[in-house]
């Protein structure tokens, strides 16, 4: 692991419980949320904190910055993977794959049309 994937990670673990925090949780939760997907090498199940936007009320856009030093999002290239997200705290399930272009690299995820 290297030096920057261990900041990354203590820097994970101080976020994720901020996000359910009774103050600043709502404040961080309109632009941060936490994904779970299985790790397609490892078959482990990985939680992670992202920064995400909105397109549509379908679909969320998870961009990647500096994707060369991350390799989560490799998780998602090719076929969509399956992926749970938490939006307005309720988790939500759909489909993510990775776009890469010159603008840059995401993962989009597609969510599934919602039961009632």
């Given at each position: 692991m290297s030096a920057f994937q261990?900041?990354?990670k203590a820097v994970n673990t101080l976020v994720t419980p901020m996000?359910?925090?009774p103050v600043v949780g709502p404040f961080l939760g309109r632009?941060?949320?936490?994904?779970?997907?299985t790790g397609r090498r490892?078959?482990?199940?990985?939680?992670?904190?992202?920064?995400?936007?909105m397109r549509g009320d379908d679909e969320v856009v998870i961009g990647v910055a500096m994707p060369d030093r991350k390799s989560w999002w490799r998780n998602f290239e090719g076929d969509?993977?399956?992926v749970s997200i938490v939006l307005d705290g309720a988790t939500r399930t759909g489909t993510g794959l990775a776009e890469v272009s010159e603008k840059g690299t995401a993962v989009i995820i597609s969510l599934n049309v919602q039961t009632r």
């Open positions: 261990r900041v990354a996000l359910s925090a632009s941060m949320t936490e994904i779970t997907y490892s078959g482990r199940q990985i939680m992670l904190p992202v920064a995400y936007r969509p993977q399956p």
